[in-house]
């Protein structure tokens, strides 16, 4: 280990029902360590009982989203050396807008409503008839180009922390659902938009976006989402229209 | 489904509102400062001008599609704050009255140079 950095990590106990509080962790780094690899050595050389999620490493679970420095991020895809500060500390707090059960560890439950309220599967047309042989649903490559970036999602619930309007109102979709939704929305195969239009087409859905574009920025697949909540915007007017 | 359509069509119009205010607007100051370049502005050639149903026409059209948009776009800003669907329904029930307001107002004023008297007396 050639360095060392600070750690300032919110806490929370929900056991003891103290309040959260901020306990500093001086762990020595080495060049190239992500803030994951300076939390796994503070929970197995200082204190076992902090609790964060990780699991791969790699940028691929979405697991170890957290607030590090004020900003929701991946803790594997931010480096140390990227993130300390003149003073050589780091923050790192729960995720915004989900409640936090212990230390770094948040309820994700309002995400995973929100994502199921969207319909997120294919609905392809029940009335097609089904082919005798074989049922290949392929797509032309300019028509997966449109979702490609979609359906790269790793619901890391970064978006959602970013996102100020989640913050204001609890009701409202957030970007991931929406997002989802888009990636089924503009896939060609489906026939699923009568049945989420209600959800979408309602003011807690597309229309709660303000386009602060805070989602697209912290995403760290780097997924456009607020371009795709205004394409179902759009989708959604069309919608109206033919009614 | 809770609400629906109650989103899309604010949005869309603030869009085409928008739309129509750049297009109004550009007109509204070609009239005013290029169509006459370089003659003497006086009351009596703006009161002539506004004599005129055509130019009034792009007078009032500036003035409800201005006043559409900004209450408009001033309802999202307050739906950000209030979250009570009653509240809202009586929120913009409140901006239309306002809005109204202000259009009769706007319009009493050019209403008499195009009439000779104002409609409204206000």
Redesign the interface.
């Known amino acids: 280990m050639d360095d060392t950095v600070q750690l300032d990590i919110q806490r929370f106990n929900p056991e003891t029902g103290d309040e959260p509080y901020w306990q500093t962790f001086d762990v020595p780094v080495s060049p190239g360590d992500p803030v994951l690899a300076a939390l796994m050595r503070v929970r197995e050389e200082q204190d076992g009982s902090l609790a964060f999620r990780a699991s791969c490493r790699s940028g691929i679970c979405g697991s170890d989203g957290m607030v590090i420095n004020g900003w929701p991020r991946l803790a594997c895809k931010t480096q140390v050396a990227d993130a300390r500060d003149a003073h050589g500390m780091i923050r790192i707090q729960p995720l915004f807008n989900l409640a936090c059960l212990k230390d770094l560890v948040v309820d994700q439950t309002p995400f995973w409503d929100k994502f199921r309220a969207v319909f997120p599967w294919l609905m392809p047309d029940t009335y097609e008839p089904e082919p005798e042989k074989e049922r290949r649903m392929t797509m032309e490559p300019d028509d997966f180009q449109l979702l490609s970036k979609a359906s790269d999602c790793i619901f890391c619930q970064i978006c959602f922390a970013a996102c100020p309007?989640v913050g204001?109102?609890q009701?409202f979709l957030g970007p991931q659902a929406l997002i989802k939704a888009y990636r089924f929305e503009a896939d060609p195969r489906d026939e699923g938009t009568p049945t989420r239009?209600?959800v979408l087409?309602?003011?807690?859905?597309?229309?709660?976006c303000?386009t602060i574009f805070n989602c697209t920025e912290a995403c760290p697949k780097g997924i456009p989402i607020t371009r795709g909540i205004q394409v179902l915007?759009r989708a959604?007017?069309q919608?109206?229209l033919r009614? | 489904m809770r609400d629906r359509g109650r989103g899309a069509w604010p949005w869309l119009l603030q869009r085409v509102s928008a739309l129509a205010l750049l297009i109004l607007v550009v007109t509204h100051l070609w009239i005013e400062h290029f169509m006459h370049l370089g003659q003497t502005i006086t009351y009596h050639g703006v009161a002539a001008r506004l004599m005129h149903a055509a130019y009034d026409a792009v007078d009032y059209a500036l003035l409800i599609v201005v006043v559409y948009h900004a209450l408009n776009g001033f309802r999202s800003v307050l739906f950000d704050r209030i979250a009570a669907p009653a509240l809202q329904r009586l929120t913009t029930g409140l901006l239309w009255l306002v809005g109204i307001a202000t259009v009769v107002l706007g319009g009493d004023i050019l209403s008499a140079f195009l009439d000779g008297r104002a409609w409204f007396y206000l």
């Not at chain 1, 087409?201 to 709660?208: H, L, M, Q």
């Open positions: 309007i204001l109102d009701e239009a209600p087409d309602d003011p807690e859905g597309v229309w709660r303000r915007k959604m007017v919608e109206e009614r």
